[in-house]
């Protein structure tokens, strides 16, 4: 297992929370790389390439093997249906999907009631399984706005302890689903690098099950 591995990884919670299952897992990381500003930082006695990219961009990265694997959230996973294989999760940054909207809400009669997002594929498949058909609008940042100003009257989003919510003097309406990180891998980069890969699975694996005990 002479060859580097190359790994997409977002910055932010994830970052520092699969950074840390990889020092655990036995992974030398140098000690500059968390505070690192670089795009793309080398762990040499790892022997890892780490690409710090928008959590959105990770799997796209990795679909076109640009990156052999990749840590994205399972949100970031439904929404971009990259073809990619999804070999473990991580069970990190756990937070969850779910609609809401301000606590007068009421659902109306209206043809296509608005729902902004920035998971408008998550939000359409979601609605479409309710039997309700809506209008999404995406946004890309600071959802919780479209309630308040008449863009929309409900969003979904990411709720992890919902004081955003409560602080915008929202309310959560309906859960959709949990979420956690997982690692993903690169189709050829499965077949080409099987041992590096199946060896950083088996040893992520050992400290996600000793920590669930």
């Given at each position: 297992?002479?060859e580097w591995l190359?790994?997409?990884?977002p910055?932010?919670r994830?970052?520092e929370?699969?950074a840390?299952?990889l ?9 500059e790389?968390?505070d690192?500003r670089k795009?793309?930082v080398?762990a040499?006695?790892a022997?890892?390439r780490f690409?710090?990219a928008?959590p959105?961009?990770?799997?796209t ?5 640009v ?11 439904l929404?971009e249906?990259?073809?990619v294989y ?7 940054s ?11 809400y009421?659902?109306q009669?209206?043809i296509?009631p608005?729902?902004a997002?920035?998971y408008?594929n998550v939000a359409?498949?979601?609605f ?10 995406k ?5 919780e706005?479209a309630?308040?100003v008449g863009?929309a009257d409900r ?12 602080e ?6 309906e ?5 956690t ?5 690169n189709?050829?980069?499965y077949?080409?690098?099987d041992?590096?890969i ?7 694996a050992k400290?996600?099950e000793?920590?669930?005990e």
């Open positions: 297992m002479s190359t790994v997409a990884m910055k932010g994830i970052f929370e699969a840390d299952l020092r655990k897992a036995g992974y030398a990381l140098p000690a790389f968390d690192s795009l793309i080398d040499p006695d022997k890892m690409i710090l928008k959105m961009d990770v799997p990265y990795v679909e076109h093997g990156a052999d694997v990749g840590v994205a959230g399972k949100d970031t996973m929404e249906e990259r073809d999804e070999v473990l999760d991580l069970k990190i756990e937070c969850y999907l779910a609609v809401a909207g301000l606590p007068t009421e659902k009669n209206e296509a608005k729902v997002s920035k408008p359409i498949r979601y479409k399984e309710q039997g309700e058909q809506v209008e999404v609008i946004l890309n940042g600071s959802i706005l309630p308040l863009l969003i979904v989003d990411i709720v992890s302890t919902g004081r955003t919510l409560k915008n003097g929202l309310v959560e309406l859960k959709i689903m949990d979420i990180s997982r690692l993903i891998v189709p050829v980069s077949r080409m690098k041992e590096w199946d060896d950083l699975v088996e040893r992520l400290v996600i000793g920590e669930d």
